[in-house]
């Protein structure tokens, strides 16, 4: 059985322990599009929301706090995008 890598959400909860940072709180938004609701989220650390970029149906939801996780910890930790792993999230909403 393989090693899960670890998630940008265990990722970024990881980074604030270890620079004594509050733990990061998540927010979830939902946007309401006629019979369907898109959903998003949001993560905040000290202070500043770091957002993710697509718009999901509520069954991808954690793909949404993966991404902001993502968003944020890259910020937080200067880590260049580049050669970075590209996700499929499959059925998102875009903006």
Known sequence: ??????????KLQNYC???????PQFQ??????GIRTAWSSGVIVQGREY??????DYR????????AAEIAYK????AS????Q???YGRGYSQ
């Open 1 to 10: 059985m393989a090693n899960r890598q670890e998630t940008y959400v265990q």
């Open 17 to 23: 322990s270890t620079n004594q940072i509050a733990q």
């Open 28 to 33: 979830d938004y939902s946007d309401p599009r």
């Open 51 to 56: 957002r993710a970029h697509l718009w999901r």
């Open 60 to 67: 991808y939801l954690d793909q949404s706090r993966e991404e």
């Open 75 to 78: 910020t937080l930790t200067g």
């Open 81 to 84: 995008a580049a050669g970075t």
């Open 86 to 88: 590209q996700y499929s």
